[in-house]
């Protein structure tokens, strides 16, 4: 990557004209869902048109090397999910739509960066959408098709090099407008800071993402011919052949999603008591 890069595009492109993009992103208002001393997330609105804002203002040496000591890749700026955004919209994955980013200075540890992406409205997670399916099943047909999207998405982000690391259903987001059929809907994946793009996804990086999924879909009610077609569509091969090859991802998926309950309800369970 190189020390400066700009984009924008239209809204900020003109709204911008002749400023400074770095002094113009900071100056931005709107809601505030996050504000530490390196980032800053917020929506802000242009025309009536929502827009979401990510700032990095650096993390520090000290960050860096924690990171590196805990074997985690460190996010270093807002290129990360802005290349994230090329690569998926690259691969027919529908994802965000980045208007402005921008990285400047070469020193990571002290890089100032930002993206800024359209806001997905009207949209529902898979996970608020999903939530009540246990109770009220929804028609088998859309239940088919979203299970069919999800796989193919998966399927076509693993191949093209890319890794979420966050990669559960409520970062998945369907579109409201129109109303969404069977046939006929449209689903995003978002938060994207964290994915990892290569020239091809390690199988280590694709298990620990479909286990995050597995895992994250439990409790909405899918059946074991839910799980295989989902496998059969991911793998665009023969289930026979999947059930076969596949034996020690479909046993990791089963350990990983127990491993990821018990975290889960060790970080949660006390909050939910009390």
């Known amino acids: 990557m190189s020390a400066d890069e700009l984009f924008l595009d239209e809204p900020f492109r003109t709204l ?7 002094a113009a992103v900071e100056a931005l208002q709107g809601r505030v869902y996050r504000e530490l001393e390196a980032r800053r997330t917020l929506r802000t609105e242009v025309a009536g048109r929502g827009y979401f804002v990510k700032i990095h203002r650096g993390v520090g040496w000290g960050e860096i090397a924690k990171n590196l000591l ?4 460190p996010v270093l700026g807002a290129g990360n999910e802005y290349r994230a955004i090329r690569r998926l919209e690259a691969l027919g994955v529908d994802t965000m739509r980045a208007v402005a980013y921008g990285a400047r200075g070469g020193n990571p540890a002290a890089q100032h960066s930002f993206i800024v992406t359209e ?8 996970e608020d959408f999903c939530r009540d399916w246990c ?4 028609a088998a047909r859309f239940k088919r098709a979203l299970i069919e999207r999800v796989a193919t998405m998966a399927r076509r982000m693993h191949a093209g090099g890319v890794n979420h690391r966050d990669f559960y259903i409520c970062h998945f987001l369907l579109h409201l407008d129109p109303v969404p059929t069977a046939d006929d809907f449209r689903l995003s994946l978002i ?5 990892q793009i290569r020239t091809q996804t390690p199988r280590r990086w694709r298990d620990k993402d479909l286990a995050a999924l597995y895992f994250s879909a439990l409790e909405i009610g899918l059946t074991q011919r839910d799980w295989l077609r989902f496998l059969r569509i991911y ?12 034996a020690g991802l479909i046993e990791h ?10 975290r889960y309800l060790k970080k949660f369970a006390p909050k939910a008591a009390a």
């Open 191 to 195: 938060d994207l800071h964290r994915a």
């Open 253 to 262: 998926l089963n350990r990983e999603a127990a491993r990821l309950q018990r």
């Open 235 to 246: 793998f665009d091969r023969p289930l026979a052949d999947i059930l076969r090859d596949e």
């Open 119 to 126: 806001e997905l409205a009207p949209t529902v997670s898979l």
């Open 135 to 138: 109770k009220q099943p929804p």
């Open 16 to 22: 911008w004209a002749g400023q400074d993009p770095f």
């Open 70 to 73: 805990t074997l985690r890749a």
